[in-house]
T-cell receptor, first 113, second 112 residues
Framework: GAGVSQSPSNKVTEKGKDVELRCDPI?????LYWYRQSLGQGLEFLIY????????KSGLPSDRFSAERTGGSVSTLTIQRTQQEDSAVYLC???????????FGSGTRLTVV | KQEVTQIPAALSVPEGENLVLNCSFT??????LQWFRQDPGKGLTSLLL?????REQTSGRLNASLDKSSGRSTLYIAASQPGDSATYLC???????????FGRGTSLIVHP
């Protein structure tokens, strides 16, 4: 596609429920990144996928968070047993190589009530 | 570990002023530095990308410079307009990882 697509754009869920957030990167982009942006905070790195390599999961805040990338394209970020502190905007970015910079999606605003 | 700092955190100026936003980073072994704009409730829009071998990049009224030795980048906005009001973020890729590290941003308001 022309840009990075994220869905849903907004998600309200009850505490304790599981949620799945989807990212569809730009076609041909081998690298994919997930970030979290809490209210008034900077961007917090979550996870990085590069081609068929094992993902860099060093930013995931707890074992309730997981992500996968199928066929080197679409990625899903899953949050299990959501907590109120998980409320944030979840942003996805993709790139061809680092030299070409990063393109971000519009994000998913997650609200846990 | 790379650390990125942006100063000032917030800025309010009258329309027409020329502005300088600052970004500093602790590890000078960078691959590139990218400036983004974020409007309220929106994602990030790329403004300028500077490779480690470059000193500056220009796009319209925007000019970004890079000084690796001092660990600094500046974003210059000429003749500011109310439509420039947004948060400006600096992101640095470095240290063997292609994962960009972001500053906290500068929140800019340009009033008519």
């Amino acid at each position: 596609g022309a840009g990075v697509s994220q869905s849903p754009s907004n998600k309200v869920t009850e505490k304790g429920k599981d949620v799945e957030l989807r990212c569809d990167p730009i076609s041909g982009h081998t690298a994919l990144y997930w970030y979290r942006q809490s209210l008034g905070q900077g961007l917090e790195f979550l996870i990085y996928f590069q081609g068929n390599s094992a993902p860099d999961k060093s930013g995931l805040p707890s074992d309730r968070f997981s992500a996968e990338r199928t066929g080197g394209s679409v990625s899903t970020l899953t949050i299990q047993r959501t907590q109120q502190e998980d409320s944030a905007v979840y942003l996805c970015a993709s790139s061809t190589t680092s030299a070409q910079g990063y393109t971000f999606g519009s994000g998913t605003r997650l609200t846990v009530v | 570990k790379q650390e990125v700092t942006q100063i000032p955190a917030a800025l309010s100026v009258p329309e027409g002023e020329n502005l300088v936003l600052n970004c500093s980073f602790t590890d000078s072994a960078i691959y590139n530095l990218q400036w983004f704009r974020q409007d309220p409730g929106k994602g990030l829009t790329s403004l300028l990308l500077i490779q480690s071998s470059q000193r500056e990049q220009t796009s319209g009224r925007l000019n970004a410079s890079l000084d690796k030795s001092s660990g600094r980048s500046t974003l210059y906005i000429a003749a500011s307009q109310p439509g420039d009001s947004a948060t400006y973020l600096c992101a640095v890729s470095s240290g063997g990882s292609y994962i960009p590290t972001f500053g906290r941003g500068t929140s800019l308001i340009v009033h008519p």
